[in-house]
């Protein structure tokens, strides 16, 4: 397990995980693809905001239970608390100050978020 740090762009909102990425997931659903997100799921124990609570906004749809936070001041989307996991966190391995995705071995799981319904279970096999 390594631990990683985060940060939205403007580095108001700063974030670390304790992790090991050996899975990303990629999902094509109306905000990921939107918003770029490739996530990694992690517990509460393994995550912990560092600076920047105050900076954050809340984003929700549909369901409303899947909470979207994005940094107020320059918009980006670090992590979020996922539909099928509501007690767990999904961070946007984009980002990880510290992880590349050009020489990271891990591996990429597409997921159907257009037919959410449909293609849930491939998420609980995480």
């Given at each position: ?35 770029g997100a490739l996530h990694h799921r992690v517990s ?54 510290d992880f590349d995705l050009e020489t990271e071995l ?21």
């Amino acid at each position: 397990m390594k631990t990683y740090h985060g940060s939205c762009h403007c580095g108001r909102v700063k974030f670390r995980v304790k992790t090991t990425i050996d899975k990303i997931v990629s999902c094509n659903c109306s905000i990921c693809s939107k918003k770029g997100a490739l996530h990694h799921r992690v517990s509460p124990e393994q995550f912990r905001l560092i600076e920047g609570k105050e900076f954050l906004s809340l984003y929700q749809f549909g369901t409303k239970k899947a909470k979207h936070y994005f940094c107020e001041a320059c918009g980006i989307h670090p992590f979020s608390k996922p539909r099928v996991a509501p007690n767990m966190y999904s961070i946007n391995v984009r980002c990880l100050d510290d992880f590349d995705l050009e020489t990271e071995l891990c591996e990429e799981v597409q997921f159907d978020g257009r037919n959410w319904e449909e293609a849930v279970a491939i998420l609980n096999e995480q």
